[in-house]
């Protein structure tokens, strides 16, 4: 039986490999938005914000939390919906 | 079945098609066809990750977490629309920055959470086990390194602070010592310190220290080389999304974390690739300095520059049955995408071929020159990249270069001493003319001469990018 450090290692282990193989051949147009979408990706951090924040009590712990989940959302919200911009310009000139 | 054994089952099963998804949406993202949707995707997974959390939850109090909700995406929506296209390295720098504070956040809302506003009277380690406890402190390094980092590069992009690199003497070891020092010193207090106040403070500290860490890696680094360090300020902010994973035990969080933190490290190092330079180099190199360009730089002067105007320019342009642009940093900080295509416009009204040829690097970003054309309607099929466009050169009649510089620099192919030899660059010297936008004869970020400026087949036209291209326009017109 694998304790909940070792299962987190090899799934992290296991995860770099994937992120390193779909990533490996990239058209140059591309960098710019997929840097922008991976930077969303990386706000994922909110679901440990939702946990932090979850409180009633005003403590130094709970607001923490709460300006994690802001911080976090700024990233995700802003990060995917600037990515979209960007691609939307890309889909729109294909057709013509 | 109860609702706890129904979320008990559900939960585990939305993480996993959360994680599935997000591998799916990047890879979408690493092709144009499918780019937009992959992004789309991901957002789904986003959204997938943060019900099951909110069911894991169980009891929610909404109060803070619905006013964060709130606060963040408003702050975040409005960012995304009303950013240039131009502005868009300074706005992911940003975002980046925002996501790696986040994460040091959640780091230490469970340190106060659990240790701290417990009483407990232990240490940590004690209360949230050796593993979560030792990546608290890899969370609130990472994160907060992350942040400032990223302030720093956006200040630099954004031009409120020099992009030249400034070089503190010792700066490697002062940079050491505040890694190793923020780490061990981190280490010790979540493994001995039980007196909430001291934790306090010893916390505090660290999260100093790693801002002050942030603020250093980034400040010996140029202006030009910030795309670089934004990447790479990614995936580190990937990094410390996977360590709160592991603080919380949550498989999501560690599997988008590294997934975001491979795959910016391999976006910066296929960066550096196409700008003939290793990560070291960058990182350490202080490249653009002067303490490295003791060979080139000005002491070069520049002979048989031809200088001319706009008029003599359009008179060429009137001639010319193919014509390629290359667009380059200059076009960008200029804003001339639009007066650029309006001019290609005309051109292929009177009958010429036009085309774009792009560097992997060109802009402020690699892919930037793409997302800033397109903004400027310019149709996708005239963007032409390096590989394709270089056998084209010598059947145009005329190249048109645009606020770019190391880019097509002929020393890269010709000179075996030169700093950039060995870089792929647009061969644009084999056109018939070449007309080179350029404000100054100034170099490059490798500050290095360029050749191509003295060549008999080329054109200097010094003048702002956004500026030349509208004279040019202008006496095209009359023509």
């Known amino acids: ?96 | 079945m109860s609702t706890a054994s129904v979320t008990a089952i559900l939960v585990p099963i939305l993480y996993l098609l959360s994680a599935a998804l997000f591998i799916f949406g990047l890879k979408g993202l690493t092709r144009v066809r499918s780019a937009r949707r992959g992004n789309q995707i991901a957002a789904l997974a986003m959204l997938i990750a943060i019900i099951g959390t909110l069911l894991e939850l169980g009891t929610i109090h909404w109060t803070y977490i619905l006013a964060g909700l709130v606060i963040g995406s408003l702050i975040g929506t409005v960012a995304a629309i009303k950013v240039e296209m131009t502005g868009m390295p300074e706005m992911v720098a940003l975002f980046n920055g925002s996501g790696g504070a986040a994460s040091a956040l959640v780091a230490l809302s469970q340190i106060w959470d659990r240790v701290v506003e417990q009483e407990t009277g232990g240490t940590v380690l004690a209360a949230l086990g050796n593993a979560p406890g030792v990546t608290t402190v890899l969370a609130i390094l990472i994160g907060t390194l992350t942040l400032s980092g990223s302030v720093v590069a956006y200040l630099k992009l954004a031009g409120k602070v020099k992009g030249q690199p400034i070089l503190l003497p010792g700066r490697h070891l002062i940079n050491a010592v505040l890694l190793l020092g923020s780490l061990l010193v981190g280490i010790w207090a979540v493994a001995q310190v039980t007196e909430p106040g001291m934790l306090e403070a010893v916390l505090l500290a660290v999260v100093a220290a790693s801002f002050l860490l942030g603020i250093m890696l980034v400040i010996p680094i140029g202006g030009a080389d910030m795309p670089v360090v934004i990447s790479l300020l990614n995936s580190y902010s990937g990094v410390a999304a996977a360590m709160t994973g592991f603080v919380l035990e949550n498989n999501v969080l560690i599997i988008s974390g590294a997934l975001v933190g491979a795959s910016g490290l391999i976006l910066t190092q296929i960066m550096c690739v196409a700008m003939n330079r290793t990560l070291a180099n960058v990182l350490f190199g202080g490249f653009g300095a002067q303490e490295t360009s003791t060979g080139g730089g000005g002491k070069d002067a520049y002979q048989n520059v031809r200088s001319f105007s706009a008029e003599e320019a359009a008179l060429v342009l009137e001639a010319a049955e193919s014509v390629i642009f290359v667009p380059g940093y200059g076009l960008a900080v200029a804003q001339a995408q639009h007066t650029v295509h309006e001019l290609a416009n005309v051109l292929e009204k009177r009958g010429a071929k036009v085309t774009y040829g792009i560097h992997p690097v060109a802009g402020r970003m690699p892919g930037h020159m793409n997302v800033l054309l397109a903004e400027a309607d310019v149709p996708y099929e005239q963007l032409l990249e390096m590989e394709v466009i270089n056998p084209e050169f010598k059947n145009t009649d005329v190249v048109i270069v645009v606020g770019a510089n190391d880019v097509v620099n002929p020393a890269a192919e010709k000179e075996k001493g030169s700093p950039i030899y060995g870089m792929p660059v647009l061969e644009v010297w084999n056109a018939g003319t070449v007309i080179v936008v350029k404000r100054s004869l100034s170099s490059g970020f490798a500050g290095i001469k360029n050749e191509l400026f003295e060549y008999d087949n080329t054109m200097m036209l010094f003048s702002d990018a956004k500026k030349a291209m509208q004279e040019i326009l202008n006496e095209v017109k009359q023509l």
């Open chain 1, 1 to 96: 039986m694998m304790g909940p450090l070792l299962v987190g290692l090899y799934v992290f282990v296991l995860a770099i490999f994937v992120g390193f193989e779909i990533i490996a051949k990239v058209p140059p147009t591309l960098h710019t938005p997929l840097m922008s979408g991976a930077n969303a990706v990386s706000g994922i951090t909110l679901v440990g914000a939702l946990v932090a924040a979850n409180s009633q009590r005003p403590t130094v712990a709970t607001l923490l939390g709460c300006a994690a989940i802001i911080t976090a959302t700024i990233n995700v919200v802003g990060g995917f919906l600037v990515t979209d911009r960007m691609l939307k310009m890309f889909g729109s000139k294909k057709k013509g």
